[in-house]
Every structure is written in structure tokens, then in C-alpha cells.
């Protein structure tokens, strides 16, 4: 049964790596203007770049 | 749109598209006037030609000369040596505006940084070099088309919402606990479920619960925090509200089930603790996300028509400042269809002043040296220099400030159906827990932990979680449902109190009518307005813009030159006052006239009067057949609110109040009242109404202490409001009905000792499904 340890250490690991993404994204203002995000998925950036 | 083409086929044959606007041009033309020429020019230049095909809602406003303001107070320097500016974006009409924004700003050397925020209608602007630098990048935006207001940086500081993000950290930890305890839960109630599986062994159970609470205590302990804060806030007031049985309930369950743990007991709850928080955020979220968006709705329109005004100084020279920060003293000059920005007293110059949206009248009154202006009435005639008062007593502004003081305290005691269900049903709660254990441990001959535990239970089964969704998953729904047809919700309560209206007091100016005069059609020679709107293009003077709305956006002629106070004049053609034009003014009929001048032409006279909105006597007659009573106060004279009124079918009227007189009858009328205004004068009816409603063209105070405004042209959005807050308050009814019903069922089941940890977690969570369900009929 000592599997069972391993599995939930395992499950619980990358679940906390989810939320640390999760925050992360948050922090980052990812949310702030999701209007905004679904139009730019349609840019093309012929702009140079600098 | 109500503008009519005066004479459609003649207008289509002779005019083509804008190559940039897309509004109507000369026959031959491709651009209506010389800014979208330079605008498409602009574009071209810089090889972001296909701007034009990504747009796939309007084209960008017709461009149009903005006074500069002065930006340097909102810049705000970065450490790297780099300078900020954000400011809020009037005109984006899709994601092509905001690519062309980005681009254009890309291909400048200076900015490092040229970003538009598409929700929040914002552009943060970050470059190197002098301030200077910012009125060319922010001139160069302005040329386009699209309008840019600064915010300022302090108070843009205080704006930022950090709720929302802590609120969605809370969330993000509840939902990661509630899903890995789940996943042990599920192993244990497997386990128990004996003959299905082989059974699991004590130790096993033992470590499962162990990694639950290792989970679920820490993430309860941040999760829960709004709730345990919000509930500390109201008890230490001597009250209740539904956060006090969540905050008690969650903390008890977690607190006896760590004991049974510890005490390799049988039964732990975890799962249904945080699964509980879990839903109880989803709520939260949403009701502050709606709210957040509204209040940065409200106050981009507020920013975007604050203006700077022209103040002189003692040497003669004219500076562009914040109106907000003039002294008393100071003089400003006021030109010609601009808006007055201060209170003050006329020192030279003589003109009429539009103040329909501070006492209600309809028609401009004279002033001249001596006479008394108020912030938010516009100068319709000559330029006038006005010396700024502060707001005395005794004028209509101090008067106003006073009353509408009085009436927000009065407000703020109107208690939610939620709050007041709370009331009632947590006492009944915490009672019901507290007799099932005494009764299990004194008469049932249990041990202490297991009465506990079945107390526990109940509280979980009665744990509010429908009941505390009932209300805000309804009011989010509805409040978006609303925004989307342009009415913006600001206070939370306003549905419910919508809901309870039996009367409607309408404002008239501005109101039933439309915030802008309109042209009197009756005997007006086609071709002469046409020549007269093509002048009238040049102008902002309010008049002349109600002539080229009147004419249906023709194109403008070449050279117009303007004459600050008189009039415009171009190509044999002068359009203005009537000594402007060198006519006899007839002055039998009053009100505010506008003259077109031909060279062999006899002088043609353009009336204008104030019209009802198109739809107003339609939603009277609707608001009518709801049951409600239709009364219209107004400041303005006897004579036109009568006129008003029997168009729009409204028999129930008073001309010429005061805003005292107003808030004095509305108080008399009991009952509760629905208001409807847009004036300073209207102020206090606002304040003092049960709920209250404001058209977005409102002066600023109107607006922020309105409960809803609505945008657009039409009134129909009040009689939508109703119907839609009366839908709304059924739902949330039938939504606090429902969970009742699921305790009553659930509450015998738990005293009983009944209720196993997996039938708590999976009647909790359907109940809140089942709410969250029914509260979508609000969109309909």
C-alpha cells in the first residue's frame, strides 16, 4: 500500500504547481482584459518589432 | 438612428462613402472632410492600409480638433528614467482600433510601450524623453479619430481594485483544495462502501483523512477569510447576516473533524467544508466582478467629459487648466457653445446660457455682466469672462448640496432580502444544532464527539450555501443582462428596490426630452439646410450641431472661417446670429434661432425647440400599464411642461418647482418612489427616492448618486429596468424558496443522525447547482 504515499505526494505536487501557474497568470494582469486577448489572437504582427 | 435624411434618393445619388469614417461624402469625394483625409493619409503613410479591412464593427469617429489640455500633471516618471501616462480612450469600436493604435504608437522611435486595454477602454503609454513628447504622441492618436482623457495617477492609485484579485486568490486555493480533498473523500466513502470493494483497512482511513485536514485546514484558513471578516464586521455591531452561520458552520466542521482525525474517528467533513467555500466564492466573485465594472464604466464617462477650461491671468495671457483647480478669484474665459466649468459670476460679455441641466428650463436664459453661471451650463452665444465664486449659500448649488446631504443618510438603512432572511434563519439554525447534540448527549446516551459530530452535521446540512447564492448569482446575472442593453447597475440593492416601486416621477428637461434641441422641420426649405449643415460642420455650438443632425451628416464645404460669438461663414454663405447675418429677427416667436445668409438670397431662419424622446410616450404608457402612477415635476415653465406632457400623456404634472419644492412633494406622494432626472436640480429627488435613475448625458452629481443610468438615445430602458428587477426579485424568491425547501428536507435526515459525510457534500453541492440554475432564468 506504500504506492498510496507516492500518488497523493504525486497528485498533490502538480496540483500545487496548477495553482502556482494560476497565481503566477493572476499577478501577471492575464486577466485584466480578456475582450482585449480574444481580438489580439487575431493580430498579425507585421509591425517591426524593437 | 432618428436623424432623416431630409430627401433620401436625392442624398444617396449625389454621396458617396467616407474612404475613412464611413460617414456620407460628396458626390466624388472620398472623405467627408479634410480630417478623415489626413487620418486615411496618416494610415497610408505609415503602411496600416489594412486597418480598413479588420474593422469589422463601425469605422472610427470622424476625427475631430480637441482642445489640448495639459498633460503634465499625469505623467508620472518610472524608476528607469522612463515617463507613464494612462489615459482613458473614447471612440474603439473593435479590435481593429486597437491594433491601429498599437501599430501606430510601435512605429514611434520614443515609446516604449504603447498598450490598450480593450475592457477597461484604457491606453498606458510608457516612453523616453521630455513630457512634451506626450502631447505629440497623444495629438497624433487625437487624429485618428479617437479621443484621449489622462487620469490622473494618485487617483487612478486609489481606483485599483485589489478585492477582485485577492477575492480570485481565495477562489483559486478554495478549488485546488476542494478538488484533491474530494479525491480523497471519494476513496473513503468507497471504502465504506462494504461488498463493493474489499473494504479499507483503519490505518488507511486514518492517513486519507490526515492529508484531507493537511489540505483543507490551511486553505480554509485563507479562503474563508472574506467571510470570517465580513461576520466579525456585523457582530461587532450587535447584528447578523448570513456570513455569521457560514463562518461558524465551517469553522465548527473543520475544528471537530480535525478532532476526529486525531481520534481515528470514522467520520470527517473536510470535503464539504471547503467545497462549501468553494461555491460561496464563485458568488463573491461575481457579484464584486459585475459591480467593479460597472464603477469603472461610470467613472471612464465621467472622465472623458471633464474639460479644462481657458483661464486668464492678470497679465492677459490664456493657460488650459482642470476646472477642479481654480481658486475663487480667478477669471475664465468661456467661448462660444463651450461648457461653463466653474460657479461664478459673469464679469464681461453678454450671451445666453443653456442651464437646462441645472434648474430644468428648456430655454436659454440671458446674461450679461453680473449675472450669476453655474458648472454645467453651456454658452450658447458671445465669449463671456467669468470670475470664479465658490458655491455661497443661498445659490441653487449650496442648496442643492445640503438637501441631497440630508437624503443619503435616510438610504443607507434599507435592508436586502438576503440580509433579511439571515435574520430569521441563522438563530433558527444555531438552535436546531444546539438541541440536536444536547439532545443525543443527554438523552441519547452518545459520547461527547459523536453528538458533536451529528451537531455538526446539521450545521452543514444547514449551512446557508443556496440560500447565501440565492441572491447575488440572480443579481449578476441580471445586472449583466442589463449592462449589455446599456443600463448600468451601480448600487447592489437597486434591483431589489426596483422591484418595490409604485410610482414614477419624471424630470422633463432632458428627461422626456431629448438633452439636446433639435430643429424645428415645419416650413424649412430643404435646399437651405442642406447649404446651412455643410457651414454648421465647422461649428461645435450645440445649435449648429442639431442642424447638421437635422440634415442627416452632409458633407462640409471647403474654406469655413469661424467667427468666435457670431457665426460661420464660407463660400458666399454666412450662418449665425441674426446680426451676423444682417437680418431683422422677427421676435414674435422666442426661443433660440440660428440665420442663413445667401448672397441673393433672402435670410433664412432656423427655430429650434426641445423634442420628447422618441419612445417616451411608449414607455409611460408601458410603466402605466405595470400598475405604476406617472407624475413629471419640472423647473421649467408652465407653458412647455404642459406641451410635454400631453404629448407624452402624462396628466399628472407641476411646473416651475424648485429643487426644495421637488423633494418637498416627492416626500408628500409616499409610497415609494421611482426617480427619474437628469438636472443638479433633481439632485436631492435623487438622493431622497427609494431609487433613482439618470440618462448618461446627466450632470456628473446626477449620475453618481443615481442608483442605475441608462445610455442611449430612448427612455425604454426604465420600463425594461422595472420589468427586469420584478423578474429578478421573483427569482431570487422562488431561489431562497428552494433552499428552504432542501433543509426542510435534509434538516430531520441530519438531527437524526442520518447523514453520512458523502450524502452532506453531495446535497450541499447540488442545492447550490440547483440555485445557480434557476437564477440563469434572469437572462431571459
Redesign the interface.
Known sequence: ?NV??LL?GA??VL??C??AV??WS??DGQ??????A???V??DHD??K? | MTTLALDEGLVRATVSSCAHCGQPAAAGRRFCCPGCEAAFAAIQALGLGSFYERCIAERPPRPERFEPCDLTRFIAARGDGAKELVLAIDGLR??AC??LIE?VL??EPSVQTGR?????RRLKLVWRGPDAEAARLVSRIESLGYRLVPFDPVALAASRDDTD?AL??AL??AG?AA??VM??SIGIWAGDAAGLLDGMGPA?RD?LHL?SAL?ALPAIAYAGQPFFRSALAVLRHGRTNMDVPISLGVLLVSGLSLVQTLSHGHDAYFDSAVTLLFFLLIGRVLDHRARGHVRATVELLLTLRATDVTVLGDDGTATRRPARSLLPGEQVLVGMGERIGVDGVVERGASSVDTSLVTGESLPVAVTAGAAVFAGTMNLGAPLTVRVTAAEDGTVLAECARLIEASEARRSRFVVLADRVARRYAPAVHLTALATFVGWYVWGGVSLSQALLTASAVLIITCPCALALAVPAVQVIATARLFRSGILLKSGTALERLAEVDTVVFDKTGTLTEPSLALVRDGVDPVALRDAASLAVHSRHPLARALVAASGNLPAAGQVEEHPGLGVSGGGMRLGSAAFVDAVSSGSCSGPELWLSRSGEAPVRFSFAERSRHDAAETVARLRAMGLRIRLLSGDHAASVARIAAAIGIDDWQADCSPIEKVTLLRRMGGRVLMVGDGLNDGPCLAEAHVSVSPATAADISQTLADAVFQGAGLRAVSDLVVTARRARGLMRGNIALSLIYNLLMVPLAVAGLVTPWLAAAAMSSSSLLVIGNSFRARA
Not at chain 1, 486577466?31 to 482585449?36: K, P, V
Open positions: 500500500m498510496i504515499l497523493i497528485s498533490l496540483g500545487l496548477g495553482l494560476f497565481l493572476l499577478r486577466y485584466e482584459d480578456l475582450d482585449g480574444a481580438n489580439r487575431l493580430f509591425h517591426p524593437r | 473593435c479590435g486597437v491594433w501599430s510601435g512605429r490598450v486595454n480593450m475592457t477597461s484579485r480570485i486568490r483559486a486555493v485546488f478538488i484533491n479525491l480523497m488507511t492517513l492529508v489540505i
